[in-house]
C-alpha cells in the first residue's frame, strides 16, 4: 500500500500509525532518504492493502474509520489532499486495511506460472522481500530468487530441483507468505517471534529450481518446438510425465555438481532420459550453473534442498561436514519427526558440492512419504514438518 509524503511526516510516525516495524518500512522503500522526506513521494507500507469506498450522506472521515476500527490519521496517509470539511456524496476515498490472512493459493498444482503469481502476489504486498533472477532455465524461463532480511546469518533454501517433486515449492511459498505476514503483525509463529531473526539472518529462497521440467509435470507436453519433439522421444512417446524428474533435457539437475560427478556419471544413465542421466559434464545445464553462481556469490552459512519423499535429513558427505552439522541435523529432526542420515551412497548433488567446497552445514531434506509425485492432499502435513525445520533453521546459531 502507498501513502503520501506531507509535511512532517517520518518513518517512525508511519511506524506508530500503522503499527508495522520501521525496519520493515525501510526495507519495503530500499531507494529513500529516510531522513530527508519529501512532501509528495510515495512510501511503501508493507502489510496493507486498500479498499475502495463511496462517501454517503452523513459520512464523515471519523465515523469511517471509527467503523473500521483505524485511526481517521491512516486514511488522510493514503487519500492525499482529503478535505474533511468538503465530502461529497458519491465521492470515492480509499480505506487502508491490515492483511491479516495468508494470501497465496497453495495447496494447488504448482507450475512455473503459479509460482510466479504468488510470488508477484508476495513482493508486492510485502515489498521488504526482494527478488531477482539468477539466471534461466533451458526454454528461458527466468528462475526467482527472493530474499528476505539482511543479517550476518545468510541462509538458503531451495525446491524442485526434481520435477515431480513440484509440491516442495508451494511448501516453501506457503513458508514465506507466513512469515512475512507474522512480521507485519508482531505475531509469533509456534510460539516464536519472528522479528530478532528478521533481523539476525538473511534468508535466501530459489523456490523452483527446475520450472521446464516442473511444468511438464504439472501441465504436459510443452507447445514450443524443439522441445515437445525431443521430450516425447527421450519419454519413449508416452504424454505421462508423471515419472519425470529431470529439466527438458533429460538432465538430472541434482546430480550435476561437480562433487565427485564422475562416480555418479558412470554408474548412472548415460544419455538423457527421464531420470538419473547426469549430463555430459559437471554443470551443464543453465538451471545447474544458476544455482552454482548464485552460490558462489552469496557466502551462504548453510543450505537446504528441499526434496520428496522419505521423511529423512541427509546431512554428510564424505565426511566433509564440519562438527556442528550434526547437532543442526538433529534440531531439524527434532522439530519435524523425521530421521537424520549422515551418509548415503550418492554423489554429486547440491548439498553434497557446498560441504564439499566450502566445508559448512548443507541438507538434503526428503519430505513426504510415498510415490512421487506425492498428491497434494499430503499438502497440509508435509508443511507442518517442513515449518519446524523452516523455524529450527532461523532459530539455530
Given at each position: 500500500m502507498k501513502v503520501?509524503?506531507?509535511?512532517?511526516?517520518?518513518?517512525?510516525?508511519?511506524?506508530?500509525?500503522?503499527?508495522?516495524?520501521?525496519?520493515?518500512?525501510?526495507?519495503?522503500?530500499?531507494?529513500?532518504?529516510?531522513?530527508?522526506?519529501e512532501v509528495g513521494q510515495t512510501i511503501d507500507i508493507p502489510g496493507y492493502r486498500t479498499s475502495s469506498y463511496v462517501i454517503a450522506a452523513g459520512d464523515t472521515i471519523w465515523q469511517i474509520a471509527a467503523g473500521r476500527g483505524i485511526p481517521a490519521s491512516t486514511i488522510y496517509a493514503v487519500n492525499p489532499g482529503l478535505q474533511p470539511s468538503s465530502l461529497s456524496i458519491g465521492q470515492v476515498i480509499r480505506i487502508p486495511e491490515r492483511v491479516t490472512e495468508l494470501v497465496v493459493q497453495s495447496p494447488r498444482p504448482y507450475g512455473y506460472a503459479e509460482v510466479i503469481e504468488d510470488l508477484n502476489r508476495l513482493t508486492s504486498l510485502y515489498p521488504f522481500i526482494r527478488?531477482?533472477?539468477?539466471?534461466?532455465?533451458?526454454?528461458?524461463?527466468?528462475?526467482?530468487?527472493?530474499?528476505?532480511?539482511?543479517?550476518?546469518?545468510?541462509?538458503?533454501v531451495n525446491g524442485t530441483f526434481h520435477a515431480q517433486e513440484w509440491i516442495t515449492t508451494p511448501i516453501i511459498i506457503r513458508f514465506v507468505n507466513e512469515y512475512a505476514l507474522a512480521l507485519t503483525n508482531g505475531e509469533p509463529i509456534r510460539g516464536l517471534e519472528m522479528a530478532p531473526y528478521y533481523v539476525e539472518t538473511m534468508l535466501s529462497i530459489v523456490p523452483m529450481v527446475n520450472p521446464d521440467g516442473a511444468d511438464l509435470v504439472v501441465h504436459g507436453l510443452p507447445d514450443q518446438e524443439p522441445y515437445r519433439s525431443e521430450v516425447l522421444a527421450i519419454n519413449g512417446g508416452s504424454e505421462d510425465f508423471q515419472g519425470w524428474k529431470a529439466n527438458i533435457r533429460g538432465v538430472d539437475l541434482n546430480d550435476q555438481f561437480p562433487a565427485h560427478w564422475e562416480i555418479e556419471a558412470e554408474r548412472r544413465e548415460q544419455q538423457p532420459a527421464?531420470?538419473?542421466?547426469?549430463?555430459?559434464?559437471?554443470?551443464?545445464?543453465?538451471?545447474?550453473?544458476?544455482?552454482?553462481?548464485?552460490?558462489?556469490?552469496?557466502?551462504?552459512?548453510?543450505?537446504?534442498?528441499?526434496?520428496?519423499?522419505?521423511?529423512?535429513?541427509?546431512?554428510?558427505?564424505?565426511?566433509?561436514?564440519?562438527?556442528?552439522?550434526?547437532a543442526l541435523a538433529e534440531a531439524f529432526a527434532n522439530a519435524s519427526g523425521y530421521e537424520p542420515i549422515e551418509t548415503v551412497d550418492s554423489y554429486a548433488?547440491?548439498?553434497?558440492?557446498?560441504?564439499?567446497?566450502?566445508?559448512?552445514?548443507?541438507?538434503?531434506?526428503?519430505?513426504?512419504?510415498?510415490?512421487?509425485?506425492?498428491?497434494?492432499?499430503?499438502?497440509d502435513a508435509i508443511y507442518e514438518a517442513s515449518l519446524g525445520i523452516m523455524l529450527a533453521n532461523l532459530y539455530e546459531p
Open positions: 503520501t509524503v506531507r509535511s512532517g511526516d517520518t518513518l517512525w510516525g508511519y511506524s506508530r500509525l500503522f503499527q508495522v516495524p520501521i525496519v520493515l518500512i525501510a526495507d519495503s522503500n530500499p531507494l529513500l532518504q529516510a531522513q530527508n522526506l527478488r531477482n533472477d539468477i539466471g534461466e532455465s533451458v526454454m528461458g524461463k527466468p528462475i526467482p530468487e527472493i530474499r528476505i532480511g539482511s543479517g550476518d546469518k545468510r541462509l538458503h527421464p531420470r538419473d542421466y547426469p549430463g555430459p559434464a559437471p554443470l551443464s545445464e543453465p538451471e545447474s550453473q544458476a544455482m552454482a553462481e548464485l552460490t558462489r556469490a552469496s557466502d551462504f552459512s548453510r543450505v537446504i534442498a528441499y526434496h520428496t519423499q522419505g521423511e529423512v535429513i541427509y546431512w554428510g558427505f564424505l565426511e566433509l561436514q564440519p562438527p556442528e552439522a550434526e548433488g547440491y548439498k553434497d558440492w557446498f560441504i564439499q567446497d566450502w566445508r559448512r552445514p548443507g541438507f538434503t531434506v526428503e519430505l513426504g512419504s510415498g510415490v512421487n509425485p506425492l498428491p497434494i492432499s499430503q499438502f
